[in-house]
C-alpha cells in the first residue's frame, strides 16, 4: 500500500487498530484529542469518552484484566489525573496489552504548564517509547502492544504536539486481530493488598530486567545514526529531526525507548565519538540519565523552557545563524477570543457587574480572563474552581463587596468539579459555584460529555441532570439561567452570591458553534450610536469600531445573540436588514 | 533535490489549515517527501494560525526557524507582517490585502501600525486580494484555494496534480468554485495583476 499523509494521532490510531485493539478511551486535551476521534471510525473497536483520564485507565485496566488490548490517550497533565491507578498497574501487570499515550505540549500552545512525561518511566516504572515521526507514531504503537503483552506492563507512547499535529508520509498495513485471553482469576496478580503487593513490587524489577535485556539486544528499537566520530548526540522523539536538520555530520543515537535505557548501547555510542552531548526538551531527562552512567556529556546552551527547532540546536553547536529579514516592529498581537455569540460573554459580564472574584477553570471560558472582560481570578487545574473559591473563603477573602465565584465548565464539572462541590456542600461551605453549561466540550473542538450525554460513537445517552446531582447533595440554591439573558443573569448573581449559604447557579446555553441555524443578525444604526464603546468592551469578534469610534457589526460573524442589544443603552442595534449580500456561500 | 518549505500564515477560520493540506498532499502526489505542521486548538477562536509545510527528498524536521522559509502565503496584512522574519532573503512574499484587526486594536488598547503594505512591499511582497477573485469565483470562502492558485505559478507542479488534490479534498458541492478560484489566483499572478 502507497504512503499516505497521517498526523501523529492518526497514525497512533492507525497503529492501535492495526495491533487489534478492542476498546479505547479517553478524556479529550489538546493536543492528544484527534487519536480517540480516528479510532471511532475504524472498524470492530470500541471507543468511548471517559469523564476523566483516571476513570478512562481504569476502564483500560479492565478490558486488559478481561484478556483484549485497550488504548487510553490524555494530554500530559491528564496523566496527573491517571497517575494512581498507573502506578499500581504497573505492579499488576496487564493480560490484554495495555498502551497509555501521554501527548506533551511544550511551549504551552493549549496547555497550563510543561511537564515531560518521559518521568513518568523511572517514576511508575513503565516502559515509555518515544516516536520521532508519523512514521514511528503507528510503528511503536504496534510495538507498544507487543511490549505490554510480551513484558506483562503497561507502555507509554510519549508525543509532543509536533509529533501529534505534524503529518507525515506513513505506510499503513492490515489489522492482525489480536486473540482475546480468557479471564482467569488470579488475586496474586490482580489484587493489589500488602502482602499480594510486596511480591509484585518485585516481580516488576524481574520484568524491567527481561526488558532491558531487549532493549540491549539486537531486537532492541533504539538506532544509530553513523556519521562523524567527532561529535555524536543523543537524542529521542522529535528532537531527533532538528537534530539530524541541524547537525548533519553528527553520529545520532535515537533513544527510541526512554525507560528502561539501553545503557550499554549507550556507553557503546559514547565511547565510539570524540564528545558527546545531548538534545532534549522539556527536560534533562537524557542528560541525567547519562551523567549517571558515567558518560562525559557536554554542557550547551540549548534552553530548559519552551520548544526547540533546529535552529535553536544549530547556534547552541556553533552552526551560525541564517540570515534574517529585519522582520516589522510594533504589530498588535492576536489573542484567541470568544466566538461571536459565546454564552459565556454574558455569564462574565454579569460575574464582572457583581465585582466578583473569579476563581476560574480549565476551558475556553479561561479566555474570560484577557481583556476586555478581565473577569477571571485564577487558573490551575482541572476542577480547581471549585476548591479554590471554598479556599478563598477560608481565607476571609469572599467579602460582600467582592465575593469570591468559583466558575466551571459543564465538561470540567463532570471530569473533577463534581468533588469539589461535595466538599464544599459536606463541609457546610458558603458560597456561588456558577456551573457554565454549553452542552459540550468546546476547547477541544466539540466532544460529547456526560453532562450532554452524547457519546464518542454519537450515540444520544443519559445526560447527566446537575440540578439533580446539586440536589443530591443536598444544595438548597440551585439556579438555572440563560447567559444571554444578561438583566436576568446579573440579577441572579448579584442575588445569590449574597447569601450566607451554598448557592449553584447553572448558567445554560448551548456553545455558539453548535447552532446549526442563526438567529437574525444585527446591525448598528449610525445615526443611534455615540460611540460609547460599551458594545465593543464584550469583545464580541462581530463588532468592531469604524470611523468616530462608532460600532460596526460584521454581518458574516454576528449570530445574532443580542447581547450587545442588551449592553447598549441608547438602542443603537437594531436587526439587521434581509438585504446582507454576503457573497453567496 | 534541497527542501522546499511554505508558511501559511493567517488567522482562525480562513481556512490556512485546509490550504496546507492540499499543498502537503500535492507534494506527496508528486513522489515527494512531506513534513507539515499545524498548531491548533485556538484555531477556531480568532487567533493566528500559521502551518508549516516541507517537501522535498527527505524532510526531517516539521518546523522552521526565522529565516529558513522560501515562500509566505499571508491570508492577512498583519499575519504577513508578523511572518515576515520566517522567510529567507531572496524568498517569495504573498500576501493578501485583506486586514483582521485584532481585538486590541478594536477595543484602543493599542493601533494598526500604518504603512504595513509599503513595509512589506519593500521586502519584495506581491499582493492580491484573495476575497474578490473568490467572490468572482462564486463564494469569498475560497479565497485560501485563490491563494494556492497564486503560489502554484512558484512551485513546479502540474496544474493537474493541483486540481485532483482539491477536487478530492474540498466538499463535493464546492469543486467547481474551488476550482474556478484557483484558476483566478493562478491567473492573478501569471499575468502580474497581483504585483504592485
Excluded at chain 1, 92 to 104: E, F, K, N
Excluded at chain 1, 377 to 382: L, Q, T
Excluded at chain 2, 31 to 46: C, F
Aim: charged content about 20%; glycine content about 10%; proline content about 5%.
Amino acid at each position: 500500500m502507497a504512503a499516505i499523509l497521517l498526523s501523529g494521532n492518526e497514525a497512533i490510531a492507525r497503529g492501535a487498530w492495526e495491533a487489534g485493539v478492542a476498546v479505547g478511551v479517553a478524556y479529550p486535551g489538546t493536543p492528544s484529542t484527534e487519536t480517540l476521534q480516528n479510532l471511532v471510525l475504524m472498524e470492530d473497536v470500541i471507543a468511548e469518552w471517559a469523564p476523566n483520564e483516571k476513570v478512562a485507565l481504569e476502564v483500560a485496566a479492565g478490558v486488559s484484566m478481561g484478556g483484549r488490548r485497550a488504548l487510553v490517550t490524555m494530554k500530559h497533565v491528564g496523566m496527573n489525573v491517571a497517575a494512581d491507578p498507573l502506578f499500581t498497574l504497573a505492579y499488576t501487570g496487564v493480560s490484554g496489552g495495555l498502551v497509555v499515550l501521554v501527548a506533551d505540549d511544550p511551549g504551552m500552545h493549549s496547555s497550563q504548564n510543561e511537564q515531560d512525561s518521559r518521568n513518568w518511566g523511572p517514576f511508575a516504572r513503565v516502559p515509555v517509547l518515544e516516536p520521532s515521526d508519523s512514521a514511528e507514531a503507528l510503528a511503536f504503537t504496534k510495538l507498544a502492544f507487543e511490549l505490554s503483552e510480551r513484558f506483562d506492563i503497561p507502555v507509554i507512547v510519549r508525543s509532543v504536539t509536533r509529533i501529534s499535529h505534524s503529518k507525515g508520509l506513513v505506510e499503513v498495513g492490515e489489522r492482525i486481530e489480536a486473540e482475546p485471553k480468557p479471564y482467569e482469576k488470579d488475586a496474586a496478580k490482580w489484587v493489589m493488598m500488602p502482602a499480594m503487593a510486596r511480591k509484585r513490587r518485585l516481580d516488576l524489577d524481574e520484568r524491567m530486567r527481561a526488558l532491558t535485556e531487549w532493549a540491549e539486544s539486537d531486537e532492541g528499537p533504539d538506532t544509530v545514526h553513523e556519521g562523524s566520530t567527532e561529535l555524536g548526540v543523543v537524542v529521542s522523539g522529535v528532537a531527533y529531526q532538528y537534530v539530524r536538520e541541524a547537525l548533519p555530520e553528527a553520529s545520532v543515537y535515537k533513544v527510541a525507548l526512554g525507560f528502561p535505557l539501553a545503557a550499554e548501547r549507550i556507553k557503546r555510542f559514547a565511547a565510539s565519538v570524540d564528545r558527546i552531548a545531548v538534545v532534549e526538551e522539556a527536560d534533562t531527562y537524557l542528560a541525567k540519565s547519562l551523567l549517571a552512567m558515567g558518560i562525559p556529556v557536554e554542557e550547551t546552551s540549548l534552553p530548559a523552557d519552551g520548544e526547540l527547532s533546529p535552529g535553536k540546536v544549530s547556534s547552541a553547536f556553533g552552526m551560525g545563524e541564517p540570515e534574517t529579514r529585519a522582520g516589522i516592529e510594533g504589530l498588535p498581537p492576536r489573542p484567541p477570543l470568544m466566538c461571536p455569540g459565546c454564552p459565556h460573554r454574558g455569564a462574565f459580564y454579569a460575574l464582572r457587574k457583581a465585582r466578583a472574584t473569579v476563581t476560574g477553570d480549565i476551558g475556553c471560558y479561561t479566555l474570560a480572563a484577557l481583556q476586555p472582560l478581565a473577569a477571571m481570578d485564577s487558573c490551575v487545574c482541572m476542577g480547581a474552581g471549585i476548591g479554590m473559591a471554598h479556599g478563598m473563603a477560608l481565607a476571609g477573602a469572599s467579602t460582600e463587596k467582592k465575593p469570591v465565584v468559583g466558575v466551571i465548565g459543564d465538561s470540567t464539572f463532570a471530569h473533577s468539579g463534581v468533588t469539589g462541590l461535595m466538599h464544599m456542600a459536606y463541609n457546610a461551605g458558603v458560597g456561588t459555584i456558577a456551573i457554565l453549561d454549553n452542552r459540550i466540550t468546546a476547547m477541544t473542538g466539540h466532544q460529547g460529555n456526560p453532562v450532554t450525554g452524547r457519546t464518542l460513537s454519537g450515540r444520544q445517552n443519559r445526560e447527566l441532570d446537575l440540578e439533580a446531582l446539586c440536589a443530591a447533595m443536598g444544595i438548597e440554591h440551585v439556579t438555572v439561567v440563560d447567559p444571554h439573558d444578561l438583566a436576568e443573569t446579573e440579577r441572579v448573581v448579584k442575588e445569590e452570591v449574597a447569601r450566607d449559604e451554598l448557592s449553584v447557579i447553572i448558567m445554560r446555553a448551548p456553545c455558539a458553534l453548535l447552532l446549526k441555524e442563526r438567529e437574525a443578525v444585527y446591525a448598528v444604526n449610525d445615526e443611534a450610536c455615540t460611540a460609547c464603546g460599551a458594545c465593543i468592551r464584550l469583545g464580541c469578534p462581530a463588532i468592531s469600531s469604524v470611523e468616530g469610534g462608532k460600532a460596526f457589526i460584521d454581518v458574516t460573524l454576528c449570530v445574532g445573540c443580542a447581547q450587545c442589544v442588551q449592553v447598549c443603552r441608547f438602542d443603537a442595534i437594531e436587526p439587521a436588514g434581509p438585504a446582507c449580500d454576503i457573497g453567496g456561500v | 533535490m534541497a527542501v522546499t518549505t511554505v508558511v501559511l500564515a493567517g488567522v482562525g477560520g480562513q481556512g490556512t489549515i485546509l490550504a496546507a493540506d492540499v499543498l502537503a498532499k500535492v507534494a506527496a502526489a508528486a513522489g515527494l517527501d512531506v513534513k507539515l505542521s499545524e498548531v491548533h486548538g485556538m484555531a477556531q477562536r480568532g487567533g493566528s494560525v500559521d502551518t508549516t509545510v516541507r517537501f522535498g527528498e527527505q524532510v526531517h524536521s516539521p518546523i522552521v526557524d526565522p529565516g529558513m522559509a522560501d515562500h509566505l502565503v499571508a491570508f492577512e496584512l498583519i499575519e504577513a507582517a508578523r511572518c515576515l522574519r520566517f522567510v529567507r532573503p531572496g524568498g517569495r512574499l504573498l500576501v493578501n490585502t485583506r486586514i483582521i484587526d485584532p481585538l486590541p486594536v478594536l477595543i484602543g488598547d493599542t493601533e494598526r501600525p500604518e504603512g504595513l503594505e509599503g513595509a512589506l512591499e519593500t521586502e519584495g511582497a506581491v499582493f492580491l486580494d484573495a476575497e474578490q477573485l473568490a467572490c468572482q469565483a462564486g463564494s469569498p470562502k475560497s479565497a485560501n484555494i485563490v491563494l494556492l492558485g497564486a503560489l502554484s505559478t512558484g512551485l513546479e507542479f502540474d496544474r493537474g496534480q493541483w486540481e485532483s488534490v482539491i477536487e478530492e479534498r474540498v466538499p463535493a458541492a464546492t469543486v467547481e468554485v474551488n476550482l474556478r478560484a484557483f484558476e483566478l489566483g493562478r491567473q492573478a499572478c501569471i499575468e502580474g495583476e497581483c504585483m504592485r
